[in-house]
């Protein structure tokens, strides 16, 4: 099982919801660290180069979690936390890489 950390920005970013959206962040999160290859593949997403991170939904796929796996610290690094509208997630996690 892998170990997480989050990027600073993305921990506020999952304090600012409301307790059940954190509930189901936690269980997805579970997931994610027992099979961190369960996250699609992003590449470049509309101009933001996003290469070798992953996203997995959930809450119905109203939120994303964008992460890095880490072999060699057997480490997920949880870069954002939030909703796609206007590409909002991928915009916050291309700025903090």
Same mark, same amino acid.
């Given at each position: 099982?892998?170990?997480?950390k ?5 921990? #506020? ?16 999160? #579970?997931? &994610? ?22 996203? &997995?939904?959930?809450?119905?796929? #109203?939120?994303?979690?964008i ?12 870069i954002a &936390?939030? #909703?796609?509208?206007?590409?909002? &997630? ?8």
């Amino acid at each position: 099982m892998y170990n997480f950390k989050f990027h600073p920005e993305a921990k #506020k970013e999952l304090q600012k919801l409301n307790n059940s959206i954190q509930l189901l962040f936690t269980k997805k999160l #579970k997931q &994610v660290l027992k099979f961190p290859e369960i996250g699609e593949n992003l590449g470049n997403k509309n101009h933001l180069n996003l290469s070798g991170f992953k996203k &997995v939904y959930f809450n119905n796929k #109203k939120y994303r979690i964008i992460y890095q796996i880490i072999e060699n610290e057997i480490l997920i690094h949880i870069i954002a &936390v939030g #909703k796609r509208d206007d590409m909002e &997630v991928y915009k916050k996690a291309n700025k903090r890489i």
